[in-house]
């Protein structure tokens, strides 16, 4: 995936998804966004606000015992880093666990690390999400934003980035390594090595990983070996966009995020769609076969999750095309009819603001990670409709 400074601005403000995405947005007139096919129009039941002062919150993923687990990448180094153009290594990463009443951080001393961009605006990359793995122990996706050779500068601990590890620091599968050795995506005409790991799932005895930068899926074997299950195509822009985008003319990265298995027993995935407005698409994956897009029109969409029954759930992290210092919007939430591809507006209240990472609860409450920019961050549920 090829790097530009401005896009990657942008990508690591959204909470360190896209890593170097190539899509510089320009603050005019953006692609239309599809509006869903049916919208609800009654009032959401009032949010509720289940933990706060959160830093950095990425992904919350649901647990076996019902607990809720929210990765926080943290606010990078002890000391200030304040160097445009530096990136500074710390160990102020966590995952901060919700169980009834009881909430608190459960593992502390993760690795983090505070990108200075030319303003001198930072933002901070780290855990992106988490899983139990049994025995007291976690599963841990780090994003990068960057490549192999710029993980090894941070310095000793600074390894984990890149990679799918347990919190303790073993390395179960090095994505960043894969993307450095193979560079997939660059049967799209993207050349340069970028890698940014985001979501994964359990397939089996492997693992499969969305990798945002580098625009691709791959699986992690119980090894650590990694192959490419497939490439994310890029996106084709409107005629009458006004991005420009360092892809081949007329196209922008594609940005992968969120994975959830259906119970069908497909994966579905989301991607950004370079982050412009309504370019955002849902896709079916079986193994073995060529992924089909789902359903398309949303906007930045940056996690899936399922409900009671079996329908998706998305979660965008804007509504409109924006590179900084430009307001990517309001986040949404969206239902996704996983037979039919249609689309249903979930009403939030106009609460979400840089909205990152969601779950759904079994009685179909959702909770959403928000305000994930610094840490200030907080952990939302919107109760179910009774």
């Given at each position: 995936?090829?790097?530009?400074?401005?896009?990657?601005a942008?990508?690591?403000a959204i909470?360190?998804i896209?890593g170097?995405?190539?899509?510089?947005?320009?603050?005019?007139?953006?692609?239309?966004?599809?509006?869903?096919?049916?919208a609800?129009?009654?009032?959401?039941?009032?949010?509720v606000?289940?933990?706060?002062?959160?830093?950095?919150?990425?992904?919350?993923?649901?647990?076996?015992?019902?607990?809720?687990?929210?990765?926080?990448?943290?606010?990078?180094?002890?000391?200030?880093?304040?160097?445009?153009?530096?990136?500074?290594?710390?160990?102020?990463?966590?995952?901060?666990r919700?169980?009834?009443?009881?909430?608190?951080?459960?593992?502390?001393?993760?690795?983090s690390?505070?990108?200075?961009?030319?303003?001198?605006?930072?933002?901070?990359?780290?855990?992106?999400?988490?899983?139990?793995?049994?025995?007291?122990?976690?599963?841990?996706?780090?994003g990068?934003?960057?490549?192999?050779?710029?993980?090894?500068?941070?310095?000793?601990?600074g390894?984990?980035?890149?990679t799918?590890?347990t919190?303790?620091?073993?390395?179960?599968?090095?994505?960043?390594?894969?993307?450095?050795r193979?560079?997939?995506?660059?049967v799209?005409?993207?050349?340069?090595?970028?890698?940014?790991?985001?979501?994964?799932?359990?397939?089996?005895?492997?693992?499969?990983?969305?990798?945002?930068?580098?625009?691709?899926?791959?699986?992690?074997?119980?090894?650590?070996?990694?192959?490419t299950?497939f490439?994310?195509?890029?996106?084709?822009?409107p005629?009458?966009?006004?991005?420009?985008?360092?892809?081949?003319?007329?196209r922008?990265?594609?940005?992968?995020?969120?994975?959830?298995?259906?119970r069908?027993?497909?994966?579905?995935?989301a991607?950004?769609?370079?982050?412009?407005?309504?370019?955002?698409?849902?896709?079916?994956?079986?193994?073995?076969?060529?992924p089909?897009?789902?359903?398309?029109?949303?906007?930045?969409?940056t996690?899936?999750?399922?409900?009671?029954?079996?329908?998706?759930i998305?979660?965008?992290y804007?509504?409109r095309?924006?590179?900084?210092?430009?307001?990517?919007?309001?986040?949404?939430?969206?239902?996704?009819?996983?037979?039919?591809?249609?689309?249903?507006?979930?009403?939030?209240?106009?609460?979400?603001?840089?909205p990152?990472?969601l779950?759904?609860?079994?009685?179909?409450?959702?909770?959403?990670?928000?305000?994930?920019l610094?840490t200030?961050?907080?952990?939302?549920?919107?109760?179910?409709?009774?």
């Open positions: 995936m090829r790097g530009a400074n401005t896009s990657w942008r990508a690591a909470a360190a896209a170097a995405l190539t899509a510089s947005v320009l603050p005019a007139q953006a692609a239309p966004q599809a509006a869903p096919r049916s609800a129009r009654s009032h959401a039941p009032a949010a606000v289940v933990a706060s002062g959160l830093h950095n919150p990425r992904d919350v993923q649901l647990q076996a015992d019902g607990s809720l687990l929210v990765a926080e990448a943290g606010s990078g180094p002890d000391t200030p880093c304040t160097t445009p153009g530096t990136r500074c290594f710390g160990f102020s990463g966590s995952l901060y919700v169980k009834g009443r009881a909430r608190g951080r459960v593992v502390t001393g993760l690795p690390e505070m990108g200075v961009r030319g303003d001198g605006t930072t933002a901070v990359n780290g855990a992106i999400q988490a899983e139990a793995a049994g025995g007291g122990t976690y599963r841990v996706v780090y990068l934003n960057g490549t192999p050779a710029i993980r090894a500068a941070l310095g000793a601990g390894e984990a980035f890149g799918l590890s919190a303790g620091g073993t390395v179960l599968g090095d994505l960043a390594e894969h993307e450095g193979y560079d997939p995506d660059a799209e005409g993207n050349n340069e090595v970028f890698s940014n790991p985001h979501h994964f799932v359990r397939d089996g005895k492997d693992f499969l990983v969305t990798d945002a930068a580098a625009n691709d899926l791959i699986r992690v074997h119980p090894d650590g070996t990694t192959t299950e490439v994310f195509p890029d996106n084709t822009l005629a009458a966009s006004d991005v420009r985008a360092a892809t081949p003319a007329g922008v990265q594609a940005v992968p995020t969120g994975i959830v298995r259906g069908d027993g497909a994966f579905y995935l991607d950004m769609g370079g982050m412009v407005q309504g370019l955002s698409r849902i896709w079916r994956y079986v193994p073995g076969s060529a089909t897009v789902l359903a398309t029109g949303l906007t930045d969409v996690d899936l999750d399922l409900d009671a029954r079996g329908d998706l998305a979660l965008s804007g509504s095309s924006g590179s900084p210092p430009a307001d990517s919007g309001p986040g949404s939430l969206t239902r996704i009819d996983p037979r039919k591809g249609t689309l249903t507006t979930i009403d939030t209240g106009g609460l979400l603001k840089e990152a990472g779950a759904v609860g079994p009685g179909g409450d959702i909770y959403v990670t928000n305000h994930t610094g200030g961050g907080e952990l939302l549920r919107f109760p179910a409709r009774r």
